[in-house]
């Protein structure tokens, strides 16, 4: 056992050090050094300046000389006709520059001078400067709106450079002071240029296809020489590549792609040159291998090194294994033998019809990307450029290389021991963990929120939003238009309110309060004017009083257990066999079925030493559910509460839950390849859609009387649908306890498990739950039944990536990441249906109403 731990953590090491050898413009975001000092004053430098204290060395974010009077200003106003003022910073070496951030001047209330737009231009040797555009070709960057605010901006592609001049753009005359920062990491790689052919343009079944490098900063001609581009955003091109990572980009934007027609001698030569001379270990290329589409990998690579003016004669060649079965886009390594050069020669022959790169990366020496900042150290020399540094002298022996060993292998051994003492901590933690800590898990459920216990939720709302600051931890810096959740609420107008009156329940907690997420309060249906009067306060029978009196007490021995279906927030989930559930149900709840054999249900139960307020949610979901008839929603059929533990009966349709139900329906058509090309030569294609459009259909109509009672499900989703004969499909709530699904629930500060993927932005951020979040949930599950479950909805994203597309959504600059059309789809259902349930605006989503009609008008 000990012996496999080992292998899996030396296992996991490598591949954590073969990520980490790739830059990730999400992570290299830390300041480089205007705050902190790390940038000298000497590095810093003007065209100008107004005064002494307005000088370039006072143009750093958040710096105060004493007078408040800090920042750069150039010593005449900016005029609008020309770019002749800048402030320069030198970093010393190249870096990856992701994010920047400007201030103006404001000299305690006495000073108003700031930029509202900019221009940044850089260079990567201090001679050839380039002016930054982003992927649209706009040069101009939004600035500040007043002296005080920072604000921070993401510079779309991001830049390779030693050299960065921020560059006042004004309307009229005006005078303007700047503070900067730049963010970014150092760049390891040391590329200063590749030279590659221009890409080519591809007709894919009517449409245009381009895959040119649109963002390259060097001289286009035939080649493109002198620059950097898409090979070394840090962007990954998808395994499709007629989609983008980007927003809005034509078809084949994340690649530059060839076709082997232009190409005589059958390979693409690119030339990459180096900032010094470097021992280079291998090279990463990430290529696509749509082979279906006539893309594959490369089947040779030969690279030539060259340390002075001559290629040198001997190269290096790399064959990769043929990949016939597997059409995801990967990185390739191709070794280079510990080669020294400065520039490097490939030639990339053709596999298929076309080869497609999406980035380049290379190791040398031991210059791998690091997830942290090294800081510069003081004194460092001012005037050399990174050719001319002398303390850049190459290692011929191989003792760096054991040195890197022997870091390695301790670093590992050490890693093996903390998993191995950190595993016999949590084991002891594990056995001694009470079943108490169930009582705290978060479900999402069918549940009502009464005025008995509003008040005790709102003080624990206000107990959590006093100790939590953050539901999620962020990776890149906090800037003014993007905060924690907590203060969401009062930067958006349409949520200033802390309480909802739509009838659809209320939020708890104030303004300045954390999503409540701890204690579930679910938005429930309205209690009617006399639901003051009962008081549930112990198991029993009051509890069915008035609307509730149909529902009766099922012998309990009449169950047979047949099969534990999971473990949610009150007990346990369990399939049974019910003998003479159907002599029992009263005309009103008879359901199909045969008489004489026992009839399958789901039974929840709940835990004996569940506390008083676990058994009166328990009892108050039985009071909800019992109210619920539509036959698109599961029914309640009967409770056991007489003695413990408490049980309630509900339907089980024989087909089990949807995603389950779609998953073996696509593998059962996959058996049988000879038998699916006849279905759709018979033209049974369109058969298998409008089934699947009929199953939505009958949860849009559930949804429907669910919203029609103001009542919010919370965690709709393919797995808490259950299918019955003939397709009918019934909305169910116990999903979350099924261990099948616990990869569906992320958990938030070990405190919550929310199905974050299917959950609206405002939901994730503000805690808000309403019929429009439902909606947004009906769009994902709409989207699970015409992918047939194939993937987990943003299967390409974590989950802590899927929450910063969030906050894209709450930004609202046209970043965020939506899911694809399935291939099925029609192209209206898609844009008129599913991402209308995913607007931004809650009140511009659609209703369940118009979701019902559109749906079955698509039938038509």
Known sequence: MEVKLITHGVFFILLAAAARAQVNPEICRYPLGMTGGQIQDEDISASSQWSESTAARFGRLDFDNGDGDGAWCPDIMSEPAGLKEYLQVDLRSLHFITLVGTQGRHADGMGNEFAQRYMIKYSRDGKNWVGWHDRKGRQVIEGNRNAYDVVLKDLEPPIIARFV????????????????????CEWLDGLMSYSIPDGHQMIYR????????????????????????????????????????????????????????SFTKGYVEIIFDFDRVRNFTSMKVHCNNLFSRGVRIFKQATCYFRSGSEWETDPVTFRPTADRVSQIARFVTVPLGDHTATAIKCRFHFGDLWMLFSEVAFQSGSAVYNTSLTPRKHGHPTNTLPGDDPTHKVDDSNTRILIGCLVAIIAILLTIIVIILWRQVWQKMLEKASRRMLDDELTARLAVQTQAFSFHHSSLSTDDSSTSNSTYERIFPLCADYQEPSRLIRKLPEFAQTTENSGAGTLTGGSDSAPHYAEADIISLQESSDSTSHSITAVNMNLFAGTDSSMKEFPRHKLTFKEKLGEGQFGEVHLCEAEGMQDFLGEDLSIEGNNESPLLVAVKTLREDANKNARNDFLKEIRIMSRLRDPNIVRLLAVCVDTDPLCMITEYM???????????????????????????????????????IRMAVQIASGMKYLSSLNFVHRDLATRNCLVGKNYTIKIADFGMSRNLYRGDYYRIQGRAVLPIRWMSWESILLGKFTMASDVWAFGV????????????????????????????????????????????????????????????????????????????????
């Open 206 to 261: 009517g449409l245009d296809v381009y895959f040119n490098d649109s963002v390259y900063d060097g001289a286009s001609a035939e080649r493109l020489t002198k620059g950097l581009g898409q090979l070394t955003d840090g962007t990954w091109g998808l395994d499709d590549f007629l989609h983008s990572h980007i927003y809005s980009m034509w078809p084949g934007y994340d690649y530059v792609g060839w076709s082997n027609k």
């Open 654 to 692: 024989e087909n089990g839950d949807l995603n389950q139900f779609l998953c073996s329906l696509r593998l059962k058509q996959n058996t049988d390849q000879a038998e699916t090309e006849q279905e759709e030569k018979d033209g049974e294609s369109m058969d298998s859609y409008s089934k699947l």
């Open 781 to 860: 599950t709409l989207w699970e039944i015409l992918t047939l479950c194939k993937e987990q909805p943003y299967s390409q994203l974590s989950d802590e990536q899927v929450i910063e597309n969030t906050g894209e959504f709450f930004r609202d600059q046209g970043k965020q990441v939506y899911l694809p059309k399935p291939p099925c789809c029609p192209e209206r259902v898609y844009t008129d249906l599913m991402l209308s349930c995913w607007r931004r605006n809650a009140k511009e989503r659609p209703s369940f109403q118009d979701i019902h009609i559109q749906l079955m008008e698509s039938l038509a």
């Open 165 to 184: 001049r921020f560059m006042p753009v004004t309307d009229h005359s005006m005078i303007v002071c700047m503070r900067v920062e730049l963010y970014g």
